[in-house]
């Protein structure tokens, strides 16, 4: 029970919540029963079937609605009289300015992105309000609190960076299932379906390969009056036959490893195959184009089942024709989105075609559709709990005067006993570029690198920002906003395209850029060291941020310590995001720095991590996802070089 | 076990936690039942995670009259007098709990159940006790312990900002895998009333205080007829004595059990929410792992106190019982 004095916080109190999803429902509730009064909530996403498993203040006759005013309609139905002042639009828009956040008394999330967690990290930390900031996953959870000086910031600790593979391990050289799925999503379903403007990847192979990119590109064109059929099975032998083929021409490549085995669809699908798709009975009724769904049109009914090589290439041909048959507007339009059933059934069948190509176990649908779409898995009862612990540092936050801040993790297996365990929390790190303003370091070529690199790939990737501000002392570099004037847009425009040293304000080994994010209301410093060579592999971007340090280890009693929505860089907001999977009982926040830096990744809405959980036996690297980034192709241009 | 296979409709639904549990356990969910009685704050936030997870079927228990009271730490019930009037707990629980998940059958039960014969209890998988006399927790859980069917027995309690959760099931056998094998585990649990006669001497002197508290309040409710709901501040003095008494017995210090604990689990009438949503929380995991037979369940006692924020398990067992 709260005390007087407690209560008498609370009942002051203005709260913001930031999400309104699995642990922003459990929140709204035990706030609104734990007598808050004033409660704002912002959520830009609308209500789907699968969150109906957690976030229960949403019914079935909700899907598609906002998720921040039903919460706010649910819960005042039991607590009619308390003000929740709903949302529904993105923690990142202009308006939610540092005045915005200023006026609450502590900032709540219940995100699951990275990015926007470290932009409410930082609009927090200059507004000066408590943030206490939460995640979970399955069984695992934690609570954690943010206050400026006294506390370290969201970022005083790097998060892991995602887990990313070379190109080559994708295109040419896969081990594991997740290699595949990538394959088969962002080279062969984008080629097929997606943006043909597009670079994409999906011929390129280890060895400068005798066939010019013209050819490819005939290939994959549905040729006018061509018989869908014909062109599933061209694609099909293309993909898993002909390029395998190539592949195993250059012996190099195979020294050390497992030889893959082209398939063709003559060898796995006699011609019968028409005959059944041809059986009227199992066609859909209805041309509703989400209903479309090759499973359901060959009788394949559970998303459980690990397909055989067969029903995967039936599965691949009938989804193909499928999409030219019903829903032949979308192609060329197309990105890949979980919840497309069509989609998922393609980008199923390919992988595991793939994958039994190379020797890779297969995997069902179910469990393509999680890796692919990279699903958080998720229930109730944690959420519950860690709504709980949120709402009890809250309540210790309003009241000033009380310094027993907790850190709280929620762990699966017990820990010295314990299933919840409090962690003092740590000082802020000195060295942490976002709370103490140290200055980084850049390592660069500043005659190669452009102003652009530098731009896309350090200030909004790496740092978070979205709308960025660059100064070199009292020259304007670049910047980004609405009301600037044409002559000043083409400028910068044009700096973007020179390379470091012949911008207008030449930037060379010595400079200092002031970097800023005026709408976070975020600076930081950054020296510019010249730098001739860097290593392809290692160093794809040709340059190396560095300069925050981990802090010392001050932890007492931690066995286990988690972070969720670990998302990556910012780059783009559509794309799919890396996951770090992490074992259960030896989890360790990473620096950025110890992580493998091969490729690159980008954010997406959501984040994950995905332990170990099924008995199953899972395949831990199985969850991460990479998106390729469009300089790939420059990359393995670099290598060929050798 | 297994069978049918789960519904599309289901399928969708449930898609997030199947990732969690696998498609066998949420089928073991939805043919289970479980029966719940002592409607407060936190056994309200157990019955929304259990519903929410898809068990086949959900029976309440809760003869007393809604009172204003009850609507401070439970949100089941919608506080609009005309409503909640003339019904029960269990009345007005049912009709929210049915609303967050239309697969699951939630029904009402009347009556002193703990009178209710071994019969009665042979229908459910899952035994929830709540707010209910020390007897009466003896009593349901000797009933269920007869069957040769394994029920599951829980009792939760939450005092203040403290939280108190049982596990009894038995002789529990399950499999996991380590590595690459798959390995039988077999737990047994004592009774509820086996664990509490475990001397107190023969714990761990690090062990939650709370545990010893919590008994000393039991013992005192039960002595003087008290329902839980009764005993105030009033009575801290003669539950001082209590202590003092019970220490002696058990050949231990009176400061294992501070005052301050002892005040603030007797003053803190009503629950305090947060605390419902994790003990709520940690229970329901704990029933899901029982009738999935996946994961390690407690065992067999869990203690927290917000004070600390430790959530702590505790094994209250005689060894010589082979428990």
């Known amino acids: 029970m709260a005390s007087e004095q407690q209560l008498s916080a609370i009942k002051g109190a203005k709260v913001l919540m930031v999400g309104a999803g699995g642990i922003g429902c459990e929140l709204l509730k035990t706030l609104a029963l734990s007598g808050f009064r004033d409660i704002h909530i912002i959520d830009m996403d609308t209500i789907e079937v699968s969150n109906l498993n957690r976030q229960f203040l949403f019914r079935q006759s909700h899907v598609g609605q906002s998720k921040a005013k039903v919460a706010r309609d649910a819960v005042l139905r039991f607590r009619p009289h308390i003000s929740i002042t709903p949302y529904h639009a993105n923690v990142k828009d202009s308006d939610f300015n540092v005045e915005f956040f200023k006026q609450f008394n502590v900032v709540l999330n219940g995100l699951d992105n990275l990015d926007a967690r470290r932009h409410v990290n930082r609009l927090c930390l200059a507004g000066n309000v408590p943030l206490i900031e939460s995640g979970t996953t399955g069984f695992l959870g934690q609570v954690t609190v943010h206050i400026k000086g006294k506390t370290e910031c969201y970022e005083c600790q790097p998060k892991p960076a995602p887990k990313s593979y070379p190109v080559c391990t994708i295109t040419s050289t896969p081990s594991k299932f997740i290699h595949c799925i990538v394959w088969a999503k962002d080279l062969l379903f984008a080629k097929l379906f997606g943006d043909r403007n597009q670079a994409n990847d999906l011929n390129v192979r280890s060895s400068d390969a005798a066939n010019s990119s013209e050819q490819a590109e005939d290939v994959f064109e549905h040729r006018n009056n061509e018989d869908i059929e014909q062109y599933g099975r061209r694609i099909y032998d293309h993909v898993f036959g002909y390029n395998i083929e190539v592949a195993l021409s250059n012996e190099e490549t195979w020294k050390n490893r497992n030889k893959p085995k082209p398939i063709y669809s003559r060898d796995v699908l006699p011609a019968e195959l028409n005959q059944q798709n041809g059986n009227a009975e199992n066609k859909l009724v209805t041309d509703d184009p989400s209903s479309v769904s090759a499973m359901a049109s060959l009788g394949l009914k559970n998303p459980q089942d690990i397909w055989s090589v067969t029903e995967n290439s039936r599965i691949f041909l009938e989804a193909l024709k499928l999409f030219y048959e019903k829903r032949e507007k979308e192609i060329g339009n197309l990105t890949f989105d979980k919840d497309d059933q069509l989609a998922v059934e393609f980008v199923t069948a390919a992988a595991n075609i793939r994958a039994a190509s190379f020797g890779i176990p297969l995997h069902s649908l179910f469990e393509a559709k999680g890796i692919a779409g990279n699903i958080v898995h998720a229930v109730a009862t944690t959420n519950a709990i860690i709504a709980g612990l949120i709402v009890i540092e809250a309540i210790k936050v309003l009241q000033n005067g009380t310094n027993n801040y907790r850190m709280t993790y929620c762990l699966e297996h017990p820990s010295k006993k314990m299933l919840l365990m409090p962690v003092e929390p740590f000082e802020p790190n000195k060295s942490c570029y976002v709370c103490s303003e140290t200055p980084l370091l850049l390592e660069v070529n500043t005659h190669h690198s452009k102003l652009r690199d530098f731009v896309e790939k350090i200030v909004k990737a790496k740092l978070g920002m979205s709308f960025p501000l660059i100064m070199h002392g009292s020259s304007l570099l670049y910047e980004v906003g609405d009301d600037l004037d044409e002559s000043m847009v083409a400028n910068y425009a044009a700096n973007l395209e020179k390379v470091l040293s012949e911008l207008p304000s030449p930037v060379t080994n010595g400079t200092i850029l002031t970097v800023e994010d005026l709408q976070q209301e975020f600076s930081c410093n950054i020296n510019v060291k010249h730098r001739e060579e860097f290593d392809e592999e290692k160093e794809p971007d040709g340059m190396v941020l560095s300069g925050w340090t981990q802090p010392p280890e001050k932890a007492k009693d931690i066995d286990v310590s988690i972070d969720n929505g670990n998302g990556v860089s910012t780059l783009k907001a559509s794309q799919a995001v890396s996951v770090e999977a992490e074992e259960i009982d030896n989890i360790e926040v990473m620096s950025t720095e110890t992580a493998a830096k091969k490729r690159k990744i980008s954010d997406m809405s959501e984040s994950s991590e995905i332990s170990n959980r099924k008995v199953e036996d899972v395949d831990d690297d199985g969850d991460e996802i990479v998106m390729l980034d469009d300089d790939s192709a420059d990359c393995i241009k670099k290598r060929r070089v050798h | ?323």
Not at chain 2, 278 to 288: A, D, Y
Request: charged share 30%; net charge negative; proline share 4%.
């Open chain 2, 1 to 323: 076990m297994d069978g049918e296979e789960l519904t599309e409709q289901e399928t969708a639904l449930y898609d997030r936690q199947i990732r969690v549990w696998g498609a066998d356990a949420q089928r073991r969910l939805s043919k289970s039942h479980v029966l719940v009685s002592g409607l407060k704050g936190t056994v309200a936030e157990f019955c929304k995670n259990i519903v929410l997870a898809g068990v086949g079927s959900l029976t309440l228990i809760d003869d007393r009259p809604v009172t204003e009271d009850a609507l401070t730490a439970n949100f089941l019930i919608p506080p609009d007098e005309n409503l909640y009037s003339g019904k029960t707990l269990a009345d007005i629980c049912c009709d929210s709990l049915k609303e967050f998940n239309p697969m699951v059958r939630v029904s009402v039960e009347k009556g002193d159940f703990s009178n209710f014969d071994g019969d009665f209890f042979e229908k459910f998988d899952v035994v929830v006790v709540s707010c209910c006399s020390l007897t009466a927790k003896k009593t349901i859980n000797e009933k269920c312990r007869k069957l040769s069917k394994r029920v599951a027995f829980y009792t939760v309690d939450c005092r203040d900002s403290c939280g108190e959760l049982f596990v009894d099931l038995k002789n529990y056998t399950y499999s996991k895998k380590k590595l690459d094998e798959t390995i039988e585990c077999q737990i047994q649990y004592p009774s509820f009333e086996e664990a509490i006669a475990v001397p107190w001497k023969s714990l761990p002197r690090r062990m939650s205080k709370l545990y010893f508290a919590m008994r000393v309040i039991e013992r005192f409710e039960e002595a003087e007829g008290h329902t839980p709901g009764q005993t105030s501040i009033e009575d801290l003095p003669k539950i001082l004595k209590l202590r003092k008494e019970v220490c002696e017995a058990q050949s231990v210090n009176e400061s294992l059990i501070p005052d301050s604990l002892l005040e603030r689990l007797v003053a803190g009438t009503s629950e305090f929410p947060p605390v419902c949503a994790i003990i709520g929380g940690i229970l329901g995991q704990e029933v899901i792992k029982a009738i999935s037979g996946k994961g390690d369940p407690l065992k067999n006692f869990f203690l927290f106190d917000a004070v600390d924020g430790k959530g702590v398990i505790e094994d209250i067992s005689n060894p010589n019982n082979g428990s």
